[in-house]
């Protein structure tokens, strides 16, 4: 089968260098799929599951923070500000990140840090909901 | 000639002094090669945002977004100038803190209103005595700089800067050239201007891909440029922590020499005193026994 090359840089470390079969990454306004031969293109990312196809039929999870992707010449790029596999989450702290941010919601605060906190509260939910249900966590 | 105690005891103290010199020696030291391999961890990030950005200029030139607005209409004396300073949160390295001092003093002389944002203990104690408008609920230390607190500062700055409220943002901070030589310097941050990101000039008949931006291409800069200025700030934050351990490894690293001579001399001048004690004592034991001797 048809490859691309694949580069996923997330802001502390390069998450993943090599070729892959198919990506699904979380845009905007729902879920986009790149498979090999795409139109270049720069897509904004949105905080969610990014899912990738390295062998055929075997789907690797990763939880994406902000960021985008440019495919060019049928290289994909992804540039995000976190990328972490589910087996690196810590479901204790993401938990305890989310709760910080419900209590903070809670109180009177400034819009510009209404935003902060909504921001840190989606990357808390999207870690849970990507580590929560695997069976090493149950 | 100083007596022999007194001499004693000045060698303990400079002693005392060269272990605690020596300590922070090696923490610095041990500090700086984490810092290293932090910024080497986040370059390639970095670094591929800034060939985004100049990539996505190229093709689109005639882009007009919001961080690119020079805001060129308001005059130089009411330009509202605001500078984040990095500075360490203690002295004991070297010319470091002053570095910095001199350049940002350097920027307040120029006109505009001066706003500052100062990282760093030491920074906001000199500033503050010097009376120049500080934001106070900007307090965050230099110690492990943290992707986290790059994103509280930048999200600090780019909202204060689309509110109107700053119209010029610039770093101050030092860059580690090499393991010996690391300079203050100013980084303009916002408005981003174009020449900063050297657009290639590219023959007209040469053929260039075209790249659609989805879902908007204010969108797609709405998100890079944020993340853009966070790096920034992150680079500059992890470079002055590298470059503050560097200096206080070398002013430590010299402080232990000039202790481990100041000790070698001293212990020269006590072992002449001490010769000089004995000697006195012999003289005079001789010239007791010869005393004895003549009766």
């Given at each position: 089968?048809?490859?691309f ?11 993943y260098?090599?070729?892959c ?6 845009a ?6 790149i498979l ?7 897509i904004?990312?949105d ?10 039929c075997?789907?690797?999870e990763?939880?994406v923070?902000?960021g985008?992707?440019e ?5 994909v790029?992804l540039?995000?500000d ?7 989450i810590?479901i204790?702290r993401?938990q ?7 209590e903070?919601?809670?109180q ?9 906190t909504?921001a ?7 870690r849970l909901?990507l580590?929560q ?6 | 000639?100083?007596?022999i105690r007194?001499?004693?005891s ?11 010199t ?7 030291s041990?500090k ?5 391999k ?6 390639p ?12 200029l190229r ?7 919001r961080?690119?607005?020079?805001r ?13 300073v990095?500075?360490a ?7 470091y803190?002053?570095?910095i001092?001199k350049?940002?003093?350097?920027i ?11 990282v760093?203990e030491?920074?906001?104690?000199y500033?503050?005595k ?5 934001d106070?609920?900007f ?6 700089p943290?992707?986290?607190r790059?994103r ?6 780019i909202?204060q ?15 580690m ?7 203050a310097?100013?980084?303009?941050l ?6 900063d990101?050297n ?5 007209l ?13 204010e969108d ?5 440029v944020?993340?853009?200025?966070n790096?920034m700030?992150?680079?500059a ?16 690293k010299?402080?232990?020499?000039s ?5 070698k001399e001293l212990?020269?001048?006590y072992?002449?005193?001490?010769q ?16 004895q001797?003549?009766?």
């Amino acid at each position: 089968m048809e490859t691309f090359g694949l580069k996923i840089i997330a802001s502390d470390r390069v998450f993943y260098d090599g070729r892959c079969l198919s990506l699904v990454i979380p845009a905007p306004d729902g879920e986009k799929g790149i498979l090999p031969r795409h139109e270049n293109m720069v897509i904004a990312i949105d905080v969610g599951i990014a899912r990738m196809e390295l062998e055929e039929c075997k789907w690797t999870e990763v939880a994406v923070g902000t960021g985008f992707a440019e495919i060019v010449n049928n290289r994909v790029t992804l540039l995000v500000d976190t990328a972490e596999r589910p087996e690196e989450i810590d479901i204790r702290r993401a938990q305890e990140q989310r709760d910080r941010a419900e209590e903070q919601m809670r109180q009177k605060q400034s819009i510009q840090e209404y935003y902060h906190t909504q921001a840190s509260l989606a990357r808390a939910m999207n870690r849970l909901r990507l580590a929560q249900d695997k069976k090493w966590n149950l | 000639m100083a007596n022999i105690r007194e001499i004693q005891s000045r060698i303990n103290s400079v002693k005392d002094t060269m272990k605690i010199t020596n300590a922070m020696y090696m923490i610095s030291s041990s500090k700086m090669t984490q810092a290293k391999k932090k910024l080497a961890d986040t370059e390639p990030y970095f670094y591929g945002l800034q060939g985004e950005i100049s990539r996505i200029l190229r093709h689109l030139p005639e882009l007009k977004h919001r961080f690119f607005d020079q805001r060129g209409k308001i005059p130089k004396e009411e330009r509202k100038i605001g500078s984040i300073v990095i500075t360490a949160d203690k002295g004991l390295a070297g010319a470091y803190n002053h570095n910095i001092v001199k350049v940002e003093e350097e920027i307040l002389a120029k006109p505009g209103i001066h706003k500052l944002f100062v990282v760093g203990e030491l920074g906001r104690h000199y500033f503050s005595k010097r009376g120049v408008e500080i934001d106070t609920n900007f307090r965050y230390t230099v110690q492990k700089p943290t992707m986290h607190r790059a994103r509280d500062i930048s999200g600090a700055i780019i909202d204060q800067f689309l509110d109107g409220e700053l119209d010029e943002v610039y770093v101050v901070y030092t860059r580690m050239e090499n393991s010996v030589q690391a300079d203050a310097e100013v980084m303009k941050l916002l408005p981003l201007e174009r020449a900063d990101f050297n657009v290639m000039k590219m023959p007209l008949n040469m053929y260039r891909e075209e790249i659609d931006l989805y879902p908007s291409a204010e969108d797609v800069m709405d998100r890079i440029v944020p993340n853009y200025v966070n790096g920034m700030i992150y680079g500059a934050l992890v470079e002055a922590y590298a470059s503050e351990h560097n200096a206080r490894m070398m002013a430590m690293k010299s402080a232990t020499d000039s202790a481990q001579s100041l000790i070698k001399e001293l212990s020269i001048l006590y072992n002449r005193a001490r010769q000089a004690a004995i000697t006195q004592e012999i003289t005079e034991v001789c010239a007791g026994a010869r005393a004895q001797q003549k009766k």
